[in-house]
Nanobody, 116 residues
Framework: QVQLVESGGGLVQPGGSLRLSCAAS????????MDWYRQAPGKEREWVAT???????NYADSVKGRFIISRDSNANTVYLQMNSLKPEDTAVYYC??????????WGQGTQVTVSS
C-alpha cells in the first residue's frame, strides 16, 4: 500500500517562503510524474506544478517564477519551494504521484496560510 505524507506547511507572512515535502512509502514502481495541487476555501482544487520522470517541469501561471518543484527519486520525495508568497497562495496543498499504470496516489494535504 502506497502512502504519501506531506509536510512543511504553516503560517507565513506575505513575501515569505516555505518548502513543502511529500514522501512516499510502500511499494512504488515506475512513476511518470509528480504534481502539486492546491485548494483554497470555497474553491475547486487547482493544479500548481508538475515534474516528470525526466525532470521536465511545468507551472501554473499564478506561481511561475515564484515556486520551484523538484524531486529526489532515490527517496521517492517531491518538494515545492514557495517564495514571495502572497495571501492568495493560502490553501491546502496536495501532492500527487502518477504511476505508469493504475490509479494516482494522493497525499492528505498540508495547510499553507499567508497572512500578516
Amino acid at each position: 500500500q502506497v502512502q504519501l505524507v506531506e509536510s512543511g506547511g504553516g503560517l507565513v507572512q506575505p513575501g515569505g517562503s516555505l518548502r513543502l515535502s511529500c514522501a512516499a512509502s510502500g511499494r512504488l514502481f515506475a512513476i511518470n510524474a509528480m504534481d502539486w495541487y492546491r485548494q483554497a476555501p470555497g474553491k475547486e482544487r487547482e493544479w500548481v506544478a508538475t515534474i516528470t520522470s525526466i525532470s521536465y517541469t511545468n507551472y501554473a501561471d499564478s506561481v511561475k517564477g515564484r515556486f520551484i518543484i523538484s524531486r529526489d527519486s532515490n527517496a521517492n520525495t517531491v518538494y515545492l519551494q514557495m517564495n514571495s508568497l502572497k495571501p492568495e497562495d493560502t490553501a491546502v496543498y496536495y501532492c500527487c504521484f502518477r504511476p505508469a499504470s493504475g490509479l494516482n496516489f494522493w497525499g492528505q494535504g498540508t495547510q499553507v496560510t499567508v497572512s500578516s
